[in-house]
């Protein structure tokens, strides 16, 4: 039977070593450190599956099993992304079938923003400490299934007030889910090319946003060409595109089935690992990096979404495309985004060194930008390079969040970077459209600019903060894991040098709960591919 841990060791930090370990007191590398490099005597899953349970495709630990189970997070994210750009697809006829204006086309974009602006912390919060990912994932899938539904039933009696519920609604959903997506990728697969991961995450999603640009034009000619006119037309195919909600509602449940099972047979705990529970009061303790994170999420994002929104427009009038070729070449970030995120995400897993992925993906999307508001060359070039460096930020950020918070704290962090990062697109966006509207799309690419400089400054930041202290964030995976193995031997080390096996449970409590602990003690569990007790223990429940 696999060891049971009692309270006082499943408080004590992984890179301490274990005092009740067979392996010899006296060597410096004791404990877990000495388990580094072989396999755990803990690990019976194959003694208790059968059958086809144990085949490789319903064996929770095998990487087809795994594989599989990315397939369904992928797809979890397809019908929200789609939905999301359905006014940007369409923003010809929806601005006059509708009879809107640019800004209050664009209100459509930034109403899903603003109730993120807190609900989305809120959210992530929620699913570390009352929820667990697996209900909180269907939850959130259910209200953006609902929001999309309003939306359409508001275009189709052509009720803007309507509408914009139904959008506010869809957006408390969406943006919650994406944090449970992240939450499910480093559940599934810490310690096992997360970045990769990451990469197919938003590759998947891009595919969605795709979709949308490349067939709603021709859903809308069919729509139309069935007898549906003004906003009755517009309606039936945001019903219509309301199905690949439905699509992605049973992959949430087919998904939360499989994790469930994957908790029951890998014995994974219910309960952060460690006992340590995220609290609000939590938020104090980040450190500058992070909140660094969390503005370049804001300063690159708002020239990104707000742009493609905006974009088809951009390309009739500057370029003279027709409605669709201005809907394929707005949408080629995405379909670059779809094919190269995964790739960069491989990349970055070999090469390490986020930051300094980020601070290039950051210059070339300045440039790309530059080219498409400076010059008349082929829209494509810009469109083709701003989508390669967007795959590339998205595949070396995210996953830097991962290293700086520790695991228990993953859901509320990654809350407060959607949030963030709402609260700037509900922002940004309606300013995007008032500048259209007064100014026109050469100012829009300046002000687009300005917020990516931005996030340049924000990466510089944490490149000097993280050289001036451990360096982790910047390093090469195998300087990563020679850290790992460092502070592990350090801290065995001091354990045993102290002589404090008789130590006060309060002086163990301090110990256990001290900050740099729990997060050496996170970092050790994420850079350990070992399949160790620990490997069995789920990131956020």
């Known amino acids: 039977?696999?060891?049971?841990?009692?309270?006082?060791?499943?408080?004590?930090?992984?890179?301490?070593?274990?005092?009740?370990?067979?392996?010899?007191?006296?060597?410096?590398?004791?404990?877990?450190?000495?388990?580094?490099?072989?396999?755990?005597?803990?690990?019976?899953?194959?003694?208790?599956?059968?059958?086809?349970?144990?085949?490789?495709?319903?064996?929770?630990?095998?990487?087809?099993?795994?594989?599989?189970?990315?397939?369904?997070?992928?797809?979890?994210?397809?019908?929200?992304?789609?939905?999301?750009?359905?006014?940007?697809?369409?923003?010809?006829?929806?601005?006059?079938?509708?009879?809107?204006?640019?800004?209050?086309?664009?209100?459509?974009?930034?109403?899903?923003?603003?109730?993120?602006?807190?609900?989305?912390?809120?959210?992530?919060?929620?699913?570390?400490?009352?929820?667990?990912?697996?209900?909180?994932?269907?939850?959130?899938?259910?209200?953006?299934?609902?929001?999309?539904?309003?939306?359409?039933?508001?275009?189709?009696?052509?009720?803007?007030?309507?509408?914009?519920?139904?959008?506010?609604?869809?957006?408390?959903?969406?943006?919650?889910?994406a944090v449970a997506q992240n939450s499910y990728a480093v559940l599934w697969f810490k310690g096992k090319e997360l970045n990769m991961v990451f990469g197919l995450q938003l590759s998947f999603a891009r595919v969605g946003s795709t979709v949308n640009f490349l067939v709603m034009v021709p859903i809308y000619k069919y729509v139309k060409s069935l007898g549906y006119q003004g906003h009755m037309c517009t309606g039936v195919v945001l019903l219509l595109a309301t199905l690949t909600c439905v699509m992605s509602m049973i992959c949430a449940l087919i998904l939360g089935w499989m994790d469930r099972r994957a908790a029951r047979i890998l014995k994974r705990n219910d309960s952060a690992p460690g006992g340590e529970v995220a609290k609000l009061s939590d938020v104090r303790t980040f450190k500058v990096s992070f909140w660094m994170v969390t503005v370049i999420c804001v300063a690159y994002y708002v020239a990104i979404f707000p742009f493609i929104a905006l974009g088809k427009v951009f390309f009739m009038r500057k370029f003279d495309f027709s409605s669709e070729d201005a809907n394929t070449v707005n949408s080629i970030v995405y379909i670059i985004a779809a094919v190269a995120s995964p790739l960069f995400g491989l990349l970055v897993d070999r090469t390490g060194r986020n930051v300094l992925w980020v601070f290039l993906s950051v210059l070339v999307t300045i440039f790309a930008h530059g080219m498409l508001a400076f010059s008349y060359l082929n829209p494509y070039i810009g469109m083709i390079t701003m989508g390669l460096a967007y795959s590339m930020l998205a595949s070396s950020l995210w996953p830097l969040v991962a290293l700086i918070v520790p695991e228990y704290q993953l859901g509320t962090a990654y809350g407060i970077c959607q949030s963030v990062q709402n609260l700037g697109l509900a922002v940004i966006s309606m300013i995007s459209g008032m500048i259209v509207d007064k100014g026109g799309y050469f100012m829009l690419e300046i002000f687009f600019i300005g917020w990516l400089i931005v996030s340049l400054l924000a990466t510089i930041v944490i490149w000097l903060y993280d050289a001036s202290n451990d360096g982790l964030l910047n390093m090469s995976p195998t300087a990563r894991a020679l850290y790992a193995s460092k502070t592990l031997q350090r801290m065995s080390g001091d354990q045993g040098s102290s002589g404090d096996m008789t130590d006060s449970q309060q002086e163990r409590d301090r110990r256990a709960n001290d900050p740099e602990a729990i997060r050496n003690r996170y970092l050790n569990r994420v850079l350990d591919g070992t399949p160790t007790q620990s490997d069995t223990e789920p990131l956020v429940e």
């Not at 992984?14 to 388990?35: C, W």
Request: with cysteine; net charge negative.
């Open 1 to 177: 039977m696999p060891r049971q841990y009692d309270e006082d060791e499943a408080r004590r930090p992984i890179l301490q070593p274990d005092t009740d370990t067979d392996e010899p007191t006296g060597s410096a590398v004791s404990g877990p450190l000495a388990r580094l490099g072989r396999t755990s005597d803990d690990d019976e899953l194959t003694e208790r599956l059968t059958g086809c349970g144990a085949s490789a495709c319903c064996n929770p630990s095998s990487f087809l099993h795994r594989f599989q189970a990315l397939i369904l997070m992928c797809l979890v994210g397809f019908g929200s992304y789609f939905c999301y750009d359905n006014p940007g697809a369409l923003q010809d006829t929806f601005k006059s079938d509708l009879n809107l204006t640019t800004t209050q086309f664009v209100m459509l974009y930034s109403i899903y923003s603003w109730p993120n602006v807190i609900l989305c912390f809120i959210g992530g919060f929620l699913m570390d400490r009352v929820f667990g990912i697996r209900l909180g994932t269907i939850i959130y899938m259910f209200i953006l299934l609902i929001g999309q539904l309003i939306f359409a039933m508001g275009a189709t009696i052509n009720l803007f007030w309507l509408m914009i519920v139904g959008r506010f609604m869809f957006g408390i959903g969406a943006e919650s889910l």
